[in-house]
T-cell receptor, first 114, second 115 residues
Framework: DAGVIQSPRHEVTEMGQEVTLRCKPISGHDYLFWYRQTMMRGLELLIYFNNNVPIDDSGMPEDRFSAKMPNASFSTLKIQPSEPRDSAVYFC????????????FGPGTRLTVT | AQKITQTQPGMFVQEKEAVTLDCTYDTSDPSYGLFWYKQPSSGEMIFLIYQGSYDQQNATEGRYSLNFQKARKSANLVISASQLGDSAMYFCAMREVTNAGKSTFGDGTTLTVKP
């Protein structure tokens, strides 16, 4: 299996621009998670989906952030407009549904907003 | 209240020695899973080991073992015969049935293996 695929791996953008991060989960996994990692705040769960339906988006920082999962093999995290404080590594992870299954993480997208 | 607590921000160990990374958790759910992940300096998150709340025996995976003490709500990671490549950040995490599969992560422990 190819694992969780994220694109782009690196993104540099100017403040105010729209940023779209993409994720392809492992086939057959019914949970998808978006995390943000920074030195200051550590690893934060932003939102997660079960069977393409958003279950908990309480970690989304503000309305500038939105996430979609139009089908089982694709999800996007969009930031509009972006701000310098959004600079972080964004991870996508997927897993099966029960508590006994680990999450498989993608390689992450390193976002820099100037 | 924090659900996963890792009290050691940083740890040092001599190469070839064993090291224990602490993790305590808080849940009222009878069914949950505990996980450890490794994040080397390259940034990827690597799953290491899993322990289920109903498992009678401590989990082991090669040089990794999980010291599970349910009554104390602790799930410490033991790495035996440390290698230089074990230098990384280590995260403890928990998934609860009542939380619909959501994982909670600790703040991590940075392990440095000295030659």
């Amino acid at each position: 299996d190819a694992g969780v695929i994220q694109s782009p791996r690196h993104e540099v953008t100017e403040m105010g621009q729209e940023v779209t991060l993409r994720c392809k989960p492992i086939s057959g996994h019914d949970y998808l998670f978006w995390y943000r990692q920074t030195m200051m705040r550590g690893l934060e769960l932003l939102i997660y989906f079960n069977n393409n339906v958003p279950i908990d988006d309480s970690g989304m920082p503000e309305d500038r952030f939105s996430a979609k999962m139009p089908n089982a093999s694709f999800s996007t995290l969009k930031i509009q407009p972006s701000e310098p404080r959004d600079s972080a590594v964004y991870f996508c992870a997927s897993s099966s549904g029960t508590t006994s299954y680990e999450q498989y993480f993608g390689p992450g997208t390193r976002l820099t907003v100037t | 209240a924090q659900k996963i607590t890792q009290t050691q921000p940083g740890m040092f160990v001599q190469e070839k020695e064993a090291v224990t990374l602490d993790c305590t958790y808080d849940t009222s759910d009878p069914s949950y899973g505990l996980f450890w992940y490794k994040q080397p300096s390259s940034g990827e998150m690597i799953f290491l080991i899993y322990q289920g709340s109903y498992d009678q025996q401590n989990a082991t995976e090669g040089r990794y073992s999980l010291n599970f003490q349910k009554a104390r709500k602790s799930a410490n990671l033991v790495i035996s015969a440390s290698q230089l490549g074990d230098s990384a950040m280590y995260f403890c995490a928990m998934r609860e049935v009542t939380n619909a599969g959501k994982s909670t992560f600790g703040d991590g422990t940075t392990l440095t293996v000295k030659p």
